[in-house]
């Protein structure tokens, strides 16, 4: 079965610099990398995603670049604020396949200074 | 539009006690996902139903955990007995269809078990 590895598992940052997340991904059927953001004790949330059809989306401050060959992908925070502060995760599947159920990195904790 | 809504938020039980849990997906949502997120670690799927078919159960610990999704819309884990190790938290999801692919899954808060 698929296997996400991630990292860091802990990235502090002062206030307004750049974030980037590393995710490996094994099994090259993958085909749809969402991440999510998850608060403490709150649900993940769906931040971007992207599919294999594309090498990187943005939307704001948030980008996400994905490399098939390598099979690996990353998320790019510009800017960041206090509000940033959470934990991160990657993900993968494959969209319209059969088991498709999301296999989750293990998580960043990302921490804004100010 | 409500979002994915699960019940109860919290539970505490003793072990080898049965427990259930709820889940009502996003209305239209015909695929149903059930993961446990263990402290500190990302959400492992558990099971997958599309409608009232479990689709894909193969990480579903079965001598002890069951689910069911009998009209195709809510559905129910249940842990029977609980064991010290199912302490973590149970996230139900939920995504549409949409031609040939699957859209974004979204989670509901959560269910956070303790087993004493």
């Known amino acids: 079965g698929e296997n996400v590895e991630q990292h860091p598992s802990t990235l502090s940052v002062q206030e307004g610099d750049s974030a980037v997340i590393k995710c490996t991904y094994s099994?090259?059927?993958?085909?749809?990398f969402p991440w999510y953001k998850q608060e403490l004790g709150k649900r993940p949330q769906l931040i971007i995603d992207i599919r294999s059809n594309v090498g990187e989306k943005k939307d704001q401050r948030i980008a996400v670049t994905l490399n098939k060959t390598a099979k690996h992908f990353s998320l790019h925070i510009t800017e960041t604020q206090p509000e940033d502060s959470a934990v991160y995760f990657c993900a993968a599947s494959t969209l319209g396949g059969g088991a498709d159920g999301l296999t989750f990195g293990k998580g960043t904790h990302l921490i804004i200074q100010p | 539009e409500a979002g994915v809504v699960q019940s109860p938020r919290y539970k505490i039980i003793e072990k080898k006690q049965p427990v259930a849990f709820w889940c009502n997906p996003i209305?239209?949502?015909?695929?149903l996902y059930w993961y446990r997120q263990n402290l500190g670690q990302g959400p492992e799927l558990l099971i997958r139903y599309e409608n009232e078919e479990a689709v894909d159960d193969s990480q579903l610990p079965k001598d002890r955990f069951s689910a069911e999704r009998l009209k195709g819309v809510d559905s129910t884990l249940k842990i029977q007995p609980a064991e010290l190790g199912d302490s973590a938290v149970y996230l139900c999801?939920?995504?549409?269809?949409?031609?040939?692919?699957?859209?974004?899954?979204?989670f509901g808060p959560g269910t956070r078990l303790l087993v004493l």
């Open positions: 099994d090259s059927a993958s085909n749809y």
């Open positions: 999801a939920s995504s549409a269809r949409r031609t040939a692919f699957r859209e974004t899954q979204y």
């Open positions: 209305s239209g949502h015909n695929t």
